[in-house]
């Protein structure tokens, strides 16, 4: 039996959907953030379940970062508000692509369900950075909820995506870039 067939089928199911949340924002971010120009268009190159170490089942969805810090040092002059809008829209997406596949339905909910159910602890952190640069940029004070909210609303209006990408993550516990780019239609 391999790493990956011991997985409770209702562990594989809510991390399968997690990443898919992130892989659908990713891929859409990618394609409508004002991005700088980069040598090679930027993509989304996969999404896994795996089994970390300490032996716990856990997801990942890597590719190029919508915003990074680096960006504002290497980049001077690049209006990056709009990245970092996205990359925490990135970040939430996942744990309230699990949530909303686990019965949440309440938007007021949605972030609260997922903090205390779906192991976002690593996702809130990361927006978390991302939105103190963003409050420091634009010396406004922007909260999680709004980018919560954007985060809901662009998976609900891509459910099929999430959906399918989630299936091909619960089928074969790996997708590649292109197959998620294929799944989220322009």
């Not at 997985?7 to 898919?20: D, K, M």
């Not at 891929?27 to 004002?34: K, V």
């Not at 004070?141 to 459910?159: D, H, K, P, Q, S």
Request: proline fraction near 4%; aromatic fraction near 8%.
């Amino acid at each position: 039996m391999t790493q990956h067939r011991d997985i409770a089928p209702a562990v594989l199911s809510a991390i399968a959907y997690h990443e898919a949340g992130h892989a659908v924002a990713q891929a859409l971010a990618l394609r409508e953030a004002h991005l700088p120009n980069f040598d090679a268009p930027p993509n989304v190159k996969y999404a896994a379940i795996r089994r970390d170490d300490d032996g716990k089942a856990s997801g990942i969805c890597f590719g190029a970062n919508v915003y990074d810090t680096h960006y504002v040092a290497t980049l001077p002059g690049w209006d990056c508000r709009d990245p970092m809008q996205w990359q925490i829209v990135i970040d939430m997406a996942g744990g309230a692509a699990e949530a909303i596949h686990r019965g949440e339905r309440n938007e007021r909910e949605i972030m609260w369900f997922a903090l205390f159910n779906c192991g976002t602890g690593g996702d809130l952190e990361t927006a978390s950075a991302v939105l103190a640069d963003l409050n420091a940029l634009t010396s406004k004070r922007y909260g999680l909820n709004r980018f919560v909210i954007r985060a809901v609303e662009l998976l609900r209006a891509n459910w099929p995506a999430v959906e399918s990408i989630a299936a091909v993550l619960i089928r074969d516990r790996y997708i590649d870039g292109a197959e998620i780019a294929a799944a989220v239609v322009p």
